[in-house]
């Protein structure tokens, strides 16, 4: 009787011992994926250099709603790297964009969070300091130069629905008709739907200029970054859309080398 009263209790207590490793197993693993899903990962080496571009069949309505069909077949990419500007946090900025295309425009969604939104009634003064979704675009790829001239563009969306660029005079301009802009705003989220014609390099002022077909296969020169202006004289940010090296990273507007290779495909 003895022995067997030994025997069943050393089977109890191999079977507590189990049970509590299974429930510190479960607890651990638990652990682990809140960890996990609270862990912000460092983006310079996880930003695509290469984007493809699904082809909108249907092309978006403009309305600043994310419910067309080409949206749904475009991946979401970040809006992250800090080019101007100290440290913020998500609740002062955050951004995100997809893009897609047909033959005569490129389309581009994207949603900032932004605690403060500014615009003045100055937009070839303030441009730079003013809130602005800001779009970098090479029609061919080639890179290179483009502070004063128009191997690519950078159109800066302003809230007040003007387009802003440095043009080859060194001056800012406005450019009308280049991009077709809507914003959505529900609280300190803005959707931003925007369809852009683009230019080939030969673009003159004051001129008739005819935009690129786009097609399979193309590849475009492309980032996009966000002027973030909270209460200040200057701008707080600018954050930008491709990771760029060194200590100084404002340099997509003069520098076009540094956008990402977007690639237009079925």
């Known amino acids: 009787m003895l022995m067997l009263m030994k025997h069943l209790l050393t089977i109890f207590l191999l079977a507590m011992m189990a049970i509590s490793c299974r429930q510190r197993a479960g607890t651990e693993t638990k652990a682990k994926e809140k960890a996990d899903s609270l862990r912000v990962e460092p983006a310079a ?14 092309p978006p309505k403009l309305d600043g ?9 475009a991946n979401w990419q970040p809006i992250d790297q800090n080019w101007v500007g100290q440290l913020y946090d998500s609740l002062d900025f955050a951004g995100r964009y997809k893009v897609a295309w047909d033959a005569g425009q ?3 969604l994207a ?4 605690d403060t939104l500014r615009t003045t009634n100055k937009p070839l003064e303030s441009y730079l300091n003013d809130d602005a979704l800001i779009l970098y675009i090479d029609e061919n790829h080639s890179g290179g ?8 563009f950078a159109y800066h969306l302003r809230l007040d629905d003007r387009t802003v ?22 609280g300190n989220t ?18 008739t200029n ?30 930008g859309s491709v990771y760029i090296d060194g200590d100084n990273k404002n340099i997509a507007w003069i520098d076009a080398s540094v956008f990402a290779d977007l690639l237009e495909a079925k």
Do not use: M
């Open 65 to 73: 709603l994310p419910d067309d069909s080409c949206w749904f077949l």
């Open 165 to 186: 660029d440095v043009g080859a005079d060194s001056s800012a301009h406005l450019f009308p008709g280049h991009c077709t802009v809507n914003r959505n705003t529900r």
């Open 145 to 152: 130069d483009h502070q004063y001239n128009y191997n690519a």
């Open 106 to 108: 490129l389309y581009i």
């Open 190 to 207: 803005t959707t931003w739907e925007i369809a852009v014609r683009l230019y080939p390099d030969n673009y003159k002022d004051n001129a």
């Open 210 to 239: 005819t935009p690129v077909e786009l097609k399979e296969g193309k590849h475009i020169g492309f980032a996009i970054a966000y002027n973030d202006a909270d209460r200040g004289p200057a701008r707080d940010n600018l954050v």
């Open 111 to 114: 949603q900032i969070t932004d």
């Open 45 to 58: 080496n996880l930003l695509p250099s290469k984007l493809v571009a699904p082809k909108a069949v249907v």
